[in-house]
T-cell receptor
Framework: KQEVTQIPAALSVPEGENLVLNCSFTDSAIYNLQWFRQDPGKGLTSLLL?????REQTSGRLNASLDKSSGRSTLYIAASQPGDSATYLC????????FGAGTRLFVKA | DAGVIQSPRHEVTEMGQEVTLRCKPISGHNSLFWYRQTMMRGLELLIYFNNNVPIDDSGMPEDRFSAKMPNASFSTLKIQPSEPRDSAVYFCASSLLGRYEQYFGPGTRLTVT
């Protein structure tokens, strides 16, 4: 049974700092790995999706990597801004989509 | 496109009542997912459909929960009878069939008193 873990559970950084969010999964037989952002009381916004055959995807200040052999994915945020404050969730895509519990990020101005 | 549409956005009901949540997926998407989010359990997949056919409903917690997708543009999640522990935010998401990005609706916040 797939399990998805996200570390850390919460993170507070000063504005401008580069940061890395971690996601690990137990079953490497995944179709893809998707990163989402969720603002308080809101739905989920898709940030990046990495197909199983890919190693990374980039969008603006965001870069996500995927290493299936080690069961890990990372989301790198460059030059963080207060507007990046949100909860970030990763989800493994396979027969069933399994979500991690999320990392709550706070970027201080 | 308007994105995934869910209704109602908020629902408050009394224990024992029937609740019906509605979802309209993005036009052209042929996979639809129902999720439930709570503080204790996080985001859980309840059921998903491919081409209007339920593929996996193993996440549906009890027989009180049922979901239908009568056509490609509409799905319902019904709880009958509702209980206080069903209180949660219910999300609907859609995607192209297969291994593509899921797009989420704004969710329905359900409170059962």
């Amino acid at each position: 049974k797939q399990e998805v873990t996200q570390i850390p559970a919460a993170l507070s950084v000063p504005e401008g700092e580069n940061l890395v969010l971690n996601c690990s999964f137990t079953d490497s037989a995944i179709y893809n790995l998707q990163w989402f952002r969720q603002d308080p009381g809101k739905g989920l916004t898709s940030l990046l999706l990495i197909q199983s055959s890919q190693r990374e995807q980039t969008s603006g200040r965001l870069n996500a990597s995927l290493d299936k052999s080690s069961g890990r994915s990372t989301l790198y945020i460059a030059a963080s801004q207060p507007g990046d404050s949100a909860t970030y969730l990763c989800a493994s895509g396979g027969f069933k989509t399994i979500f991690g519990a999320g990392t709550r990020l706070f970027v201080k101005a | 496109d308007a994105g995934v549409i869910q209704s109602p956005r908020h629902e408050v009901t009394e224990m024992g009542q029937e609740v019906t949540l509605r979802c309209k997926p993005i036009s052209g998407h042929n996979s639809l997912f129902w999720y439930r989010q709570t503080m204790m359990r996080g985001l859980e997949l309840l059921i998903y459909f491919n081409n209007n056919v339920p593929i996996d409903d193993s996440g549906m917690p009890e027989d009180r929960f049922s979901a239908k997708m009568p056509n490609a543009s509409f799905s319902t999640l019904k709880i009958q009878p509702s209980e206080p522990r069903d209180s949660a935010v219910y999300f609907c998401a859609s995607s192209l069939l297969g291994r593509y990005e899921q797009y989420f609706g704004p969710g329905t916040r359900l409170t059962v008193t």
